[in-house]
């Protein structure tokens, strides 16, 4: 699918030439059929399938602020869609060029600038791959706090973008929480510093206007973020309980005399048959709870024992450090390769949704409920723990006889489970970001606040350049 004609494409493509070098701009087919995808389940079915999903006219790979600055005063100017890609690991399309146009990868732009001791923060360029990141803070005895499974895949603007969650995440905080400072180019052009500083009360925070925005304000380019000193051990401790409730029960009061695990991931009883079940003995239909404790040894001792005496009154068995072990040393297995590398029409995804504790468990049921009228196979881990509530992974999955009923049958299941998580008063991403496969549903679970989020996408991207189609923004006739 081709949105530019050819004069203008031919112009185009010896502007960005002229910005970034020839070797910097490709209009491969077979590039762009590789971009014309990221970890978005069902654009990987697709693909499976046979089926062409839109290709981006050009892709390019800037170096800098300075040159995005000027590919985007050129896109404005022809008024050229532009699609940033980070990782391209994003699990919601977020990066598919729907209507065609430039794709701007990170991927040269992975400075690690300076590591502040004293201020212990970090400044990096957007397309720096997580690990690298890590690994190069780990070097100096820090840890950024931010591991996602996606940490090898990611970068920080990718991470920034999508406001996503690592997995111990209760104890340091999502990505919202641990960047201070950013450097971001408006669809304009312009060049915009948010100042790294812990806080401010100079108005509204713009960091977090950034934070979550998708592409669609405008690009990041660089982050200041927060480094913590690595913890002196990790320990792991894990119960059985006989259903959600109980299990929730005993994370709640966990968070209610504020100690705050590293991880804390309670699996229901079809995620923990299948997860655990082959490694380890415990009741069936019973779910798993995961805890780890980040710190020194005298203050894990007390917080580990303060919720083992919560876990055993809320009528848990304990597995000792079994399965909450098992499930760190082996998080990133059942990825590589994808569990849906299969050939046929399987469907499925994750909806990674969040409520306050008194909606939590009704969001849950109504939501399986809801998913599960579709014959597809529903489990859910509750996967990232607040003291006001937490988040549910619902992960769903079916093998469909043909392509016209798998692709109806994901919408359906979709469709149904965001509408009872909304009815029941959860909101519909937790982590994962909105992309294509939420965009439609964007304005219902925005409400009155929706009209907020148009209007300033309308004064900084008055000619709707900037990552059109997603998070509910710029859908084109
Ligand atoms: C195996 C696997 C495990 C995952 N685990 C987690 C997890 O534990 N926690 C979690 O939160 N998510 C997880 N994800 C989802 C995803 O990886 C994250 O949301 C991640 O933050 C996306 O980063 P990326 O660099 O891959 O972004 P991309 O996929 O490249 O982009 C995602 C979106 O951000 C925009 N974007 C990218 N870079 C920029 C930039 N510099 N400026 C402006 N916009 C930009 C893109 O246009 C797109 O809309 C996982 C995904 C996979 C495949």
Redesign the pocket.
């Known amino acids: 699918m081709l949105l530019l004609d050819s004069k203008t494409k031919k112009k185009l493509l010896n502007r960005l030439v002229s910005i970034v070098g020839e070797e910097h701009v490709t209009q491969q087919e077979t590039d762009r059929v590789l971009n014309a995808h ?2 978005w389940p069902l654009s990987e079915a697709k693909i499976r399938a046979g089926e062409m999903l839109p290709l981006a006219d050009i892709i390019v790979f800037p170096a800098s602020s300075e040159e995005i600055s000027q590919i985007l005063i050129v896109a404005n100017e022809l008024e050229v869609p532009v ?9 919601c399309g ?2 598919l060029a729907i209507y065609g146009g430039i794709q701007l990868d ?1 991927k040269r732009m992975v400075k690690i600038f300076e590591i502040d001791h004293e201020s212990m923060t970090v400044k990096a360029e ?1 397309g720096v791959i997580g690990i690298d990141l890590e690994e190069e803070v780990n070097r100096h005895g820090y840890t950024m706090g931010h591991t ?3 940490l090898r ?3 920080v ?6 406001r ?4 111990l995440s209760s104890l340091y905080g999502k990505i919202e929480d641990l960047t201070l400072g950013l450097q971001v180019v408006l669809p304009d052009g312009s060049v915009v510093e948010c100042k790294s500083v812990p806080r401010h009360s100079v108005g509204p925070d713009l960091r977090q206007l950034f934070i979550g ?3 669609v304000l ?4 660089e982050a200041t973020l927060r480094l913590f000193l690595i913890p002196e051990e990790r320990r792991f401790r894990s119960f059985s309980f006989p259903d959600v409730h109980s299990g929730l029960e005993a994370i709640r009061n966990i968070f209610r005399i504020e100690i705050t695990p590293s991880i804390v991931r309670l699996y229901d009883p079809e995620d923990a048959a299948m997860a655990f079940s082959m490694h380890f003995e415990f009741e069936e239909g019973h779910c798993m709870l995961l805890l780890g404790f980040d710190g020194d040894v005298a203050q894990n001792d007390i917080d580990e024992s303060k919720s083992v005496k919560i876990c055993n009154d809320c009528g848990g068995t304990d597995h000792g450090e079994g399965p909450s072990k098992r499930w760190w040393d082996h998080r990133y297995d059942m ?1 590589y390769p994808s569990r849906l590398t299969t050939s046929g029409f399987a469907i499925g995804d994750t909806i990674d949704i969040v409520a306050t504790y008194d909606k939590l468990e009704n969001v849950y049921h109504a939501m399986k409920e809801a998913m599960e009228v579709h014959d597809v196979i529903v489990m859910s881990h509750f996967s990232h723990m607040y003291q006001n509530g937490g988040s549910i992974y619902m992960i769903f999955f079916s093998s469909q006889p043909d392509a016209e009923t798998a692709w109806s049958t994901y919408k359906k299941v979709w469709d149904d489970g965001v509408a009872a998580c909304l009815r029941e008063g959860g909101t519909m991403s937790h ?3 909105v ?1 294509l496969t939420r965009s439609t549903y964007t304005e219902d679970e925005l409400g009155s606040s929706f009209h907020v989020l148009k209007q300033i996408k309308e004064v900084l991207d008055p000619k709707g350049i900037m ?1 059109p189609g ?1 998070l509910g923004l710029g859908v084109r006739k």
Do not use: R, V
């Open positions: 990221d970890c699609i940033p890609i980070g990782g391209g690991a994003g699990t977020g990066t990170l957007a996602p499974t996606s895949a990611s970068n603007g990718g991470f920034i973008a999508t996503s969650g690592g997995s925005s998708e592409g405008g690009i990041i380019t990825y982590q994962h970001g992309g990552n997603k």
